[in-house]
């Protein structure tokens, strides 16, 4: 006697933002260009209220392959979900990534758990051969680069 059993099947689908130029997402390759290139994407009319995490999926060229909001948070924590994070490069065919988040504080200092995190990211990262090139953390005015700071 068989069992009902229903399978889901995964779909990768694309919708394309009118406001944005495919040329904002050329050649992305230093820390001021994925800040300027998650500002264009982030939901800014939160950014001063709730923290946010998001991902940039790059080729080989570093031209953006996808992007995705990971998650949103409280005023001071988002809690962060590697799978999402990780699937979304597979399903984008991402050979690198770039991810951020926003302290809504002002404050540009990266806490203990964003190093872990990133830590996390990278190991995480190593296992699938996907490189991770930054991890920025935004505020209003500013951003500090884990990459150019040398904390990878």
């Known amino acids: 006697m068989k069992k ?18 495919i040329d904002d997402f050329k050649c992305i390759n230093n820390s001021k260009l994925m800040d300027r290139t998650f500002r264009m994407i982030w939901d800014l009319e939160e950014f001063e209220i709730r923290e946010s995490f998001y991902a940039l999926y790059f080729n080989t060229k570093l031209d953006v392959v996808g992007y995705r909001k990971i998650a949103d948070g409280g005023l001071d924590a988002v809690m962060v979900d590697m799978r999402l994070i990780m699937s979304s490069a597979l399903l984008c065919n991402a050979t690198r990534i770039a991810v951020a988040h926003n302290h809504p504080s002002g404050t ?45």
């Open 4 to 21: 009902n059993f229903i399978a889901n099947e995964l779909k990768l689908s694309y919708h394309r933002n009118q406001k944005l130029s």
């Open 108 to 152: 540009i200092k990266p806490s203990a758990a964003d190093r872990s995190l990133t830590n996390k990211i990278i190991e995480a990262g190593k296992v699938l051969d996907i490189q991770l090139l930054d991890h920025i953390v935004m505020t209003a005015n500013s951003y500090y680069s884990f990459r150019d700071e040398g904390e990878f």
